[in-house]
């Protein structure tokens, strides 16, 4: 599928990309029908479709045409079971292969049904989606996260409370354990899943806490440092994370000279090549920058030598190489500029 970023109008009807080609059809369906369509895509792809819809102009006939009989012979070759109401199947089934073998197979063919609905979800908050389930039973718990994209999945299990009898490590041995989902729970699940669609708009707006504290210490004229301590003598632990937001990797893209050649003195170049993986190029450039150009080049044959890296081990380094960056400051040994300003000769 093409990039909605990279969106060209096509000069031919036959140069249509399948996105192009997806945002023509949904165009031309009518909001009604088209609202029905987008809510049973991933995230991913209703950004992606929603992005080329609003940047198409002036579509040619033959385009339509082209999007439209494309449509129409996929639909053909992929119709299906998938093209029945559930009440026809079980009439169908029902007929063919008797009751308890006809809800045997529905409830295979519709335990896909939900996932449509559960995509919607990808739009809440974790810890919101984490709220909601709280209070399920683990095993609808365990049933809920099985059926989310596994990456929210991820963080809503991170966000559920732990309770005496455990929490999140009995939810996960349940899920663990799941081989099919029979009628009444996938009964149950529908229901918990249209409550919280229902409740989606009741989410409350995100804020960022920590972040927005740190950018205010960080521009605080003054005794900022005795701030921080009347801080941490309330919550020393929301005042670590706090310092932890202060001292952000890219800051290094804006400091002296000085100050970085002291630090790549004290942060090993293996740390370095790890931390600069993927990193913004006004960071790698300040940090090779302040290496002597010998140290600079075999730096970047060090990079290459070490292949992909997992992102929780880039960002264990660069969390490590602030810390240095704190420890240097403390001790006076630099001094960092902590946010963008203009600065003077």
């Not at 707006?205 to 504290?213: C, I, L, S």
């Not at 800051?251 to 931390?275: C, D, G, K, N, Y």
């Amino acid at each position: 599928m093409a990039e909605a970023s990279d969106f060209i109008p096509p000069g031919s009807a036959a140069s249509l990309s399948p996105v192009e080609r997806a945002a023509i059809v949904l165009l031309s369906m009518g909001e009604e029908p088209a609202a029905a369509v987008l809510r049973c895509l991933s995230r991913e792809e209703l950004l992606d479709v929603t992005q080329v819809m609003s940047r198409l102009s002036g579509i040619k006939v033959d385009w339509v045409k082209t999007a439209l009989q494309t449509f129409f012979d996929d639909y053909r070759e992929q119709s299906g079971v998938h093209g029945a109401s559930r009440s026809y199947l079980k009439r169908s089934l029902d007929l063919a292969l008797g009751g308890q073998i006809a809800s045997s197979v529905l409830n295979s063919i519709y335990g896909d049904a939900i996932r449509p609905k559960m995509q919607r979800l990808q739009w809440a908050s974790p810890k919101w989606l984490a709220e909601q389930i709280s209070h399920e039973h683990q095993r609808m718990q365990a049933v809920f996260l099985a059926f989310l994209p596994s990456a929210l999945a991820s963080e809503v299990v991170a966000a559920l409370p732990e309770g005496p009898a455990g929490g999140r490590d009995r939810v996960l041995l349940q899920m663990a354990r799941l081989s099919e989902v029979d009628a009444e729970l996938l009964s149950e699940l529908e229901d918990l899943v249209e409550r919280c669609l229902a409740g989606l708009g009741q989410q409350g707006a995100a804020v960022e806490g920590v972040k927005q504290v740190a950018e205010i210490l960080n521009r605080l004229p003054g005794q900022r440092q005795q701030m921080v301590e009347l801080l941490r003598a309330h919550d020393p632990e929301v005042v670590s994370e706090i310092e932890t937001s202060m001292y952000e990797f890219f800051m290094l893209s804006r400091q002296s000279e000085a100050s970085l050649t002291r630090l790549i003195e004290e942060v090993p170049m293996e740390l370095w090549a790890v931390a600069l993986k993927g990193a913004e190029p006004p960071v790698r450039d300040a940090v090779l920058a302040a290496m002597p150009r010998r140290q600079a080049q075999s730096f970047e044959d060090l990079i290459r030598r070490g292949g992909p890296m997992p992102m929780s081990r880039v960002e264990q380094a660069r969390a490590e190489i602030m810390a240095q960056v704190k420890a240097l400051v403390d001790a006076g040994e630099i001094q960092v500029q902590l946010f963008a300003e203009d600065v003077v000769e």
